[in-house]
């Protein structure tokens, strides 16, 4: 691509690096289908205001490419009268901040709260602190900036609703960072939204340096900064035994000096490269305090390959034990192991109680503050966050969580001699 712009006359390049369907992302374009409501979902930084500046933008000026002939009335809807003047209007990304390509720009009245086109289009701003603003209006379009931040987000947006009466197909953008919200929840589900996502680190070309090094680079992979800058939902379940509030409030950047370290190890029940994820956790402990270390846990893997993952992290975590269960498959996991590395001490553990009622007391130890996660290990907290009494919300197995629990209840809550697998 680069060699054919050199190719091209000057004042097309100089066009081009204005137009925005060239400079545009996919996900920051309108997706096609029959639509009601775009959701840009996307983390800080990530474009969404430019996205919806210029779509609003290309909807007054009558864009072919948005629309089939202007749209005269326009709501933009922020989390307050302000944050509409000074991210939406005024913002860098905003609409009067817009490449001006040849064109009269819009006139802003702070008076009015309204932003004019020159063909008669106009924009008028509304707080979502207010949704009986709302009533009455009509409009044939609406912005809605970071919908999951307002104070009444559903009263808001369904009030809006109501007033998008105008044209053929009025439809609304909304952009923001999620937030487990009900609004934002009810949009996702709703088969007429059409849902686009972006993360931080996908503008990253127009984003500082610094701040991808040191923001990104501290808050990657855990709950903030999956939510702030991957535009990930990240929602605790109602009836879960986890809750990542306390996950995060208990997370270490580096664990001290442990006392002991284990690794854990729950099989797939078949031995076949098609059987089922083996869970692979590694904790250590120092005083009543644990640090889970590792989530090594791998899908449809081999006996073989899962042992060798196995053997490879308690030797470079220095373990004392591997923690296996046998319930099934436990006789093929130890014939495995010893033939892999028959020096490596391999401690049996059996459930003799279901899934929820052996993770409960280690949820415990969460809760109390007692075990703290050495960095981010996204994975294996969502599973954790998503296991109730009737077990992961999807139906598969939680075997990372399965590994994780026999590991804490070793290190913490098993007062029993540890009895060893028989080599074979």
């Not at 100089?14 to 029959?34: C, E, I, K, S, V």
């Not at 210029?54 to 326009?74: H, M, Q, S, T, Y």
Request: hydrophobic content about 45%.
């Amino acid at each position: 691509m680069p060699a054919f712009l050199e190719t091209l006359p000057r004042p097309l390049l100089t066009a081009l690096a204005d137009d925005w369907f060239f400079q545009a992302r996919p996900d920051q374009l309108p997706p096609p289908g029959d639509w009601t409501v775009w959701a840009v979902i996307g983390g800080r930084g990530s474009g969404k205001t430019r996205t919806g500046a210029e779509w609003v933008d290309a909807l007054a000026r009558g864009d072919p490419a948005f629309a089939a002939r202007p749209v005269g009335r326009i709501a933009l809807v922020g989390e307050t009268h302000l944050a509409v003047r000074d991210v939406m209007v005024e913002g860098e990304s905003g609409l009067l901040n817009l490449p001006a390509r040849g064109r009269a720009r819009p006139l802003w009245s702070p008076s009015l709260r309204r932003i004019a086109w020159p063909n008669g289009a106009v924009a008028h701003a509304y707080s979502a602190e207010e949704p009986d603003s709302l009533r009455g209006p009509q409009f044939g379009a609406a912005w809605c900036d970071e919908a999951a931040k307002w104070k009444s987000p559903e009263a808001a947006f369904d009030m809006l609703q109501f007033g998008l009466r105008l044209g053929a197909r009025p439809r609304s953008l909304v952009t923001t960072t999620p937030r487990p919200v009900a609004l934002i929840r009810r949009l996702l589900a709703d088969p007429r939204t059409a849902v686009t996502r972006a993360r931080t680190a996908d503008n990253a070309d127009n984003l500082a340096p610094d701040f991808l090094s040191a923001v990104v680079g501290r808050y990657a992979g855990t709950r903030l900064g999956r939510q702030e800058l991957d535009g990930e939902l990240i929602a605790d379940r109602p009836d879960g035994l986890w809750e990542r509030g306390a996950i995060e409030a208990a997370r270490v950047a580096a664990a001290p000096e442990l006392a002991r370290v284990v690794v854990a190890v729950d099989p797939p029940a078949a031995s076949t490269a098609r059987s089922d994820a083996c869970g692979l956790v590694a904790a250590g402990r120092l005083g009543d305090h644990a640090y889970v270390l590792a989530d090594a846990s791998l899908s449809r893997a081999s006996p073989e390959a899962w042992a060798a993952a196995a053997l490879a992290l308690y030797h470079r975590l220095g373990a004392d034990a591997l923690v296996v269960e046998v319930n099934q498959g436990g006789e093929m996991a130890a014939a495995v192991l010893a033939q892999c590395d028959p020096a490596v001490p391999v401690t049996a553990v059996r459930a003799t109680r279901g899934k929820f009622l052996r993770a409960e007391p280690v949820s415990l130890l969460y809760a109390r503050g007692r075990v703290h996660h050495v960095g981010a290990l996204p994975a294996l907290e969502d599973e954790l966050c998503d296991f109730g009494p009737e077990g992961l919300s999807s139906g598969a197995s939680p075997d990372r969580l399965d590994a994780l629990v026999w590991a804490l209840t070793h290190l913490m809550l098993d007062p029993r001699p540890e009895p060893r697998i028989r080599r074979l």
